[in-house]
């Protein structure tokens, strides 16, 4: 854990801008606030090490400041808090969705300039997922900061790899500014297996891995998963008030189709339906609280919904048809995998020769679940065969936590 290190300049500046104050961990506590404080709103513990220093910046739209001494100033974007600040920001680099966050699920991203900043946006989500040599130089020192939900096949930790990788090879230090996970409170699913490695699928971790994203980076550079096993100069500035059962309403959508709480919930269970004709509900307003297609039996799946084009989901699957399925909106979602859906739209379907699709077995990071659902096994059989190397991983995992469980 980084402590915070004051400084007399550090301290009149942020106390100007209404966005540094001093913390205790007792201070809060005497205050009756106990929310988990993301590791970015605490600038006082990372200013210092960012003094004098051409900073790149890993950022997207959650990559945020809030008012800590009066709630109803909102949001401030890292870069622009930054920037005011006087720290020298030199790049910005955008992951999948871009740095606003408005792109859809795989569109090509292109670099830019973010003309609230008039910064250069590098993409990291389309010709190069990972930082070119030529894109870092000058840079002497990178910060990362993008909430992330906690499932192997949601790219940012992808993208958190490449940049380690890039940061390492040019021997530029890495800061990541950690932020509470809404699912690290459980963890199941498939481990990824050799050969069905992807950019919706790197290291051998299961699908609901329970960990943030600054104790994901610490197990890439303790595994040695970097390519050439090299290691990246990494510092992780913790959440304060928080451990992995901490409950945490996101305040800021983290892509475009995760909107709500229920959504964020859900997405683990409902994203294998994009590798099957099942539609999750993208081109909704409520993606991801739902599934269905127009084949299915109205009696028995009597909710109904029509997917149409809008940002974030240009391409919906069954784009203005009407599709029969079930909404979830309103249910509790459970502290696992929910299987039974899945097997239930296997049955359900017509042809299943071809319900199936290549991009299934990336998402469950191996072709054993897909086998297991045809040979019909029950999602009791199923969830039973994952048991040990969930065991195995979490023993490995217990190496790099920050919080507890």
Same mark, same amino acid.
């Given at each position: 854990?980084?402590?915070?290190?004051?400084?007399?300049?550090?301290?009149?500046?942020?106390?100007?801008?209404?966005?540094?104050?001093?913390? +205790?961990?007792?201070?809060? %506590?005497?205050?009756?606030?106990?929310?988990?404080?993301?590791?970015?709103?605490?600038?006082?513990?990372? /200013?210092?090490?960012?003094? &004098?220093?051409?900073? #790149?910046? *890993?950022?997207?739209?959650? +990559?945020?400041?809030?008012?800590?001494?009066?709630?109803?100033? #909102?949001?401030?974007? /890292?870069?622009?808090?930054?920037?005011?600040?006087?720290?020298?920001?030199?790049?910005?680099?955008?992951?999948?969705?871009?740095?606003?966050?408005?792109?859809?699920? #795989?569109?090509?991203?292109?670099?830019?300039? @973010?003309?609230?900043?008039?910064?250069?946006?590098?993409?990291?989500?389309?010709?190069?997922?990972?930082?070119?040599?030529?894109?870092?130089?000058?840079?002497?020192?990178?910060?990362?900061?993008?909430?992330? *939900?906690?499932?192997?096949?949601?790219?940012?930790?992808?993208?958190?790899? !490449?940049?380690?990788?890039?940061?390492?090879?040019?021997?530029?230090?890495?800061?990541?500014?950690?932020?509470?996970?809404?699912? %690290?409170?459980?963890?199941?699913?498939?481990?990824?297996?050799?050969?069905?490695?992807?950019?919706?699928?790197?290291?051998?971790?299961?699908?609901? !891995?329970?960990?943030?994203? &600054?104790?994901? %980076?610490?197990?890439?550079?303790?595994?040695?998963?970097?390519?050439?096993? *090299?290691?990246?100069?990494?510092?992780?500035?913790?959440?304060?008030?928080?451990?992995?059962?901490?409950? !945490? *309403?996101?305040?800021?959508?983290?892509?475009?189709?995760?909107?709500?709480?229920?959504?964020?919930?859900?997405?683990?269970?409902?994203?294998?339906?994009?590798?099957?004709?099942?539609?999750?509900?993208?081109?909704?307003?409520?993606?991801?609280?739902?599934?269905?297609?127009?084949?299915?039996?109205?009696?028995?799946?009597?909710?109904?919904?029509?997917?149409?084009?809008?940002?974030?989901?240009?391409?919906?699957?069954?784009?203005?048809?009407?599709?029969?399925?079930?909404?979830?909106?309103?249910?509790?979602?459970?502290?696992?995998?929910?299987? &039974?859906?899945?097997? @239930?739209?296997?049955?359900?379907?017509?042809?299943?020769?071809?319900?199936?699709?290549?991009?299934?077995?990336?998402?469950?990071?191996?072709?054993?679940?897909?086998? @297991?659902?045809?040979?019909?096994?029950?999602?009791?059989?199923?969830?039973?065969?994952?048991?040990?190397?969930?065991? @195995?991983?979490?023993?490995?995992? %217990?190496?790099?936590?920050? !919080?507890?469980?």
């Amino acid at each position: 854990m980084i402590w915070h290190v004051w400084t007399k300049n550090t301290l009149k500046i942020g106390l100007t801008l209404g966005l540094l104050m001093p913390f +205790s961990c007792k201070s809060q %506590a005497e205050q009756g606030s106990l929310r988990p404080i993301p590791a970015a709103q605490n600038l006082s513990r990372y /200013l210092p090490l960012l003094q &004098g220093k051409q900073i #790149g910046l *890993v950022a997207n739209q959650t +990559s945020v400041v809030k008012h800590r001494d009066d709630e109803s100033l #909102g949001y401030t974007h /890292l870069a622009d808090t930054l920037q005011s600040l006087g720290i020298a920001l030199k790049k910005v680099f955008a992951p999948e969705h871009g740095f606003r966050g408005t792109a859809d699920a #795989g569109a090509h991203i292109s670099n830019g300039i @973010d003309q609230n900043t008039g910064l250069q946006v590098i993409s990291l989500y389309g010709v190069n997922k990972k930082p070119r040599v030529e894109d870092l130089v000058g840079i002497d020192l990178m910060i990362f900061d993008i909430q992330d *939900v906690g499932v192997r096949f949601y790219t940012y930790i992808s993208t958190l790899h !490449y940049v380690m990788e890039a940061c390492a090879e040019q021997n530029i230090p890495l800061i990541v500014l950690d932020r509470p996970n809404p699912n %690290a409170h459980y963890i199941d699913g498939p481990i990824l297996k050799d050969g069905f490695n992807s950019f919706v699928g790197m290291h051998p971790v299961p699908v609901v !891995y329970g960990m943030t994203i &600054g104790e994901y %980076a610490k197990m890439i550079n303790g595994e040695s998963w970097l390519d050439g096993q *090299v290691k990246t100069n990494l510092t992780v500035i913790s959440v304060e008030n928080y451990d992995h059962n901490t409950a !945490y *309403v996101l305040p800021i959508p983290p892509s475009p189709n995760l909107r709500s709480k229920q959504a964020i919930a859900l997405y683990p269970s409902l994203c294998f339906f994009e590798g099957t004709p099942i539609s999750a509900g993208r081109g909704t307003d409520r993606p991801f609280e739902m599934f269905g297609a127009p084949y299915l039996n109205a009696e028995r799946y009597p909710f109904e919904f029509r997917p149409i084009a809008r940002q974030g989901a240009k391409w919906a699957k069954f784009k203005d048809e009407i599709c029969h399925g079930l909404d979830l909106g309103q249910i509790t979602p459970r502290e696992h995998l929910e299987l &039974g859906w899945l097997i @239930d739209m296997y049955n359900e379907a017509p042809d299943k020769e071809d319900f199936f699709n290549t991009f299934f077995d990336k998402l469950a990071g191996t072709d054993q679940l897909k086998k @297991d659902i045809q040979a019909g096994l029950t999602k009791a059989e199923i969830y039973t065969s994952w048991v040990k190397e969930l065991e @195995d991983f979490k023993e490995i995992r %217990a190496q790099y936590l920050i !919080y507890p469980d």
